[in-house]
């Protein structure tokens, strides 16, 4: 199985949502100095796995919005929130994902040191092989 995060950025990619390219303005892992407006993807750790016998992972994801606007980070925040919150029964490589939730509400960070706002949110995961 791949990283959740790097599931979690081809989801957000994907035709369903549609909410950025992959090495444009989605990235995973790592948060580049541009462009100006972004999401990135961090994998956040989880909780212990159902079983040893089974693979059944419980991971969560941060997911970071960067934007030169607030309302328009805000905004993107807040549409993959809508997105991710309660999407169930979703493949992804040899991956399946149960369900993703928010585990918090948007996140407000404040302003990075080029004055762009930052918004987080964090979501916890059931997924397992296909």
């Known amino acids: ?3 959740p995060a790097y599931d979690v950025a081809n989801i957000l990619e994907s035709t369903a949502f549609g ?9 995973i892992g790592r948060e580049p100095a541009s462009p100006d407006n972004c999401i990135t993807v961090f994998d956040t750790g989880g909780y212990e796995p ?9 991971p969560t994801v941060m997911i ?6 607030y309302t328009n980070g805000y ?13 169930a029964n979703i493949a992804e490589g040899t991956t399946r994902y149960i369900a993703i939730w928010a585990q918090s509400d948007i ?19 059931h997924r397992t092989g296909v």
């Open 1 to 3: 199985m791949n990283s």
């Open 19 to 27: 909410l950025g390219v992959i090495g444009t303005d989605i990235f």
């Open 50 to 58: 159902e079983s040893s016998d089974v693979v059944y992972e419980l």
């Open 64 to 69: 970071k919005v960067r934007n030169k606007t």
């Open 75 to 87: 905004a993107k925040i807040a549409a993959i929130k809508a997105a991710l919150h309660k999407a």
């Open 107 to 125: 996140i407000t960070l404040g302003y990075d040191d080029n004055n762009r706002a930052l918004f987080s949110v964090n979501f916890r995961i």
